[in-house]
């Protein structure tokens, strides 16, 4: 692997949500990791700090959703809003359009709420990847510290690319806060912002064959 050019890497990188079991090896998620927080930061602050769940780690806290989810399905109260309360468009039909494209991919029909909750779980069990990281940032950071992970995180993903491991960001994870802070034995200081699954795509699942949309250039940058 390697050699992938950035072009490339950038227009392969999508969200894969259905992993094979293939284990990947916690020297790749280190070197990639350990790379990608070359990321640019605001006064090179590095405000990231990141926690990796592979193999027996990844079994335990499989274990402990499973235990989680029986108790309590909906999640424990977010620290974080992941989206703004009333999206106003352009974003409500954007987010909109991605989960109807999703659902369809899925066979799952509008109606039927049940199903789309259980499939909602998956993200619970990171869509079944064997390896993923948590994102955590300082509880002080504000808004330019956040942009500054999205920046690592977008940096890892193509690096992961670039080694042919497929990823899922996942701020589903702001509804099991203090499941993962216990489990990964964060101090209280550090705040979660995402999950990252971490693993190789099945080719076979239909709900990897989506590929999202994206608005016209035109909409969003202005050459003056
Ligand atoms: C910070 C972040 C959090 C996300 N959280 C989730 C999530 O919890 N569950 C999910 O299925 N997808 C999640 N996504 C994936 C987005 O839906 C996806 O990036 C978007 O639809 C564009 O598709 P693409 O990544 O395949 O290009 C997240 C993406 C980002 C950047």
């Known amino acids: 692997m390697g050699e992938l050019s950035v072009s490339k890497a950038v227009l392969r990188r999508k969200s894969v949500r259905a992993f094979r079991p293939a284990p990947v090896a ?7 990791l350990a790379r990608a927080t070359r990321a ?5 602050l590095q ?4 926690f990796v769940l592979n193999g027996d ?3 335990r806290f499989t274990a402990l959703m499973e235990t989680r989810l029986a108790e309590n399905p909906l999640g424990e109260p977010p620290q974080y809003e992941v989206y ?6 352009p974003y409500r039909t954007r987010r909109f359009e991605v989960g109807e494209a999703m659902y369809a991919h899925l066979g799952i029909p509008r109606a039927d709420k049940f199903a789309r909750l259980q499939w909602l779980q998956n993200n619970d069990r990171f869509f079944g990847a064997p390896a993923a990281a948590f994102c955590f940032t300082d509880r002080i950071m504000g808004l330019p510290q956040w ?3 999205g920046m690592m995180l977008q940096t890892a993903m193509l690096l992961f690319t670039e080694q042919g491991i497929d990823t899922c960001p996942q701020e589903s994870w ?5 499941t993962v802070a216990g489990f990964v034995g964060a101090p209280p200081e550090l705040m979660l912002f995402c999950g990252l699954a971490i693993g190789y795509a099945d080719a076979g699942a239909a ?16 050459f003056l």
């Open 84 to 89: 703004p309360p009333s999206l106003k468009e």
């Open 207 to 222: 709900v990897n064959r989506l590929v999202t949309a994206r608005a016209a250039a035109a909409e969003v940058i202005t």
């Open 26 to 32: 916690n020297e790749i998620i280190a070197d990639v």
């Open 40 to 44: 640019p930061s605001g006064g090179n």
């Open 57 to 59: 780690s990844m079994a």
């Open 147 to 149: 942009s500054d992970l």
């Open 174 to 178: 702001s509804r099991w806060p203090q």
């Open 47 to 50: 405000p990231w700090r990141l």
